[in-house]
T-cell receptor, first 115, second 110 residues
């Protein structure tokens, strides 16, 4: 079966532009996460979706960042008015909450470069 | 507020066992120990997890001390493809986030 997919794989944009990053989770996985990984750093949690519950947005670094998950499947992370410090790899992960563990399946990431 | 401590790096010879230590002295009773790894330019990959018993799967073995304050991930026969950053993470049954620290950069050498 297909794993988590993300698009685009690479995105180069100019400072001040808006970008949209897409995540297709594994079919049947009700939990979806976005993380950010800056160069040489560990992963930073951004947002969590679980079913129809209100998302946990506690990791979003500013109000320029938003995410939505339509139909309980595909998710889009939007960054408005991008800044150079937004340059990072954005990783999406999904999880089947039917298991009592925290095994998350990660996508390959989108490398965002803000010039 | 790191819950785990890992050495920043270690080398391993190809074909030998790699033993990756992790300290988690403040772990609580309902928290599991998870191991993930991240190969260069890829997303993290789940390896194994355990609560208090030792665990083994097709990728690795996890040895947890009786007091649960530390654990060791064992890659039985390291290959060049095992070169990656290995993350030890403590996560409770009600936790849905994973807190990734700096991990251990493991380099397998021929």
């Amino acid at each position: 079966g297909a794993g988590v997919s993300q698009s685009p794989s690479n995105k180069v944009t100019e400072k001040g532009k808006d970008v949209e990053l897409r995540c297709d989770p594994i079919s049947g996985h009700t939990a979806l996460y976005w993380y950010r990984q800056s160069l040489g750093q560990g992963l930073e949690f951004l947002i969590y979706f679980q079913g129809n519950s209100a998302p946990d947005k506690s990791g979003l670094p500013s109000d320029r960042f938003s995410a939505e998950r339509t139909g309980g499947s595909v998710s889009t992370l939007t960054i408005q008015r991008t800044q150079q410090e937004d340059s990072a790899v954005y990783l999406c992960a999904s999880r089947w909450t039917g298991l009592d563990n925290n095994e998350q399946f990660f996508g390959p990431g989108t490398r965002l470069t803000v010039l | 507020d790191a819950k785990t401590t890992q050495p920043p790096s270690m080398d391993c010879a190809e074909g030998r066992a790699a033993n990756l230590p992790c300290n988690h002295s403040t772990i609580s009773g309902n928290e599991y120990v998870y191991w993930y790894r991240q190969i260069h330019s890829q997303g993290p990959q789940y390896i194994i997890h355990g609560l208090k018993n030792n665990e083994t799967n097709e990728m690795a073995s996890l040895i947890i001390t009786e007091d649960r304050k530390s654990s060791t991930l064992i890659l039985p026969h390291a290959t060049l493809r095992d070169t990656a950053v290995y993350y030890c993470i403590v996560s409770g049954t009600n936790d849905y986030k994973l807190s990734f620290g700096a991990g251990t950069t493991v380099t397998v050498r021929a």
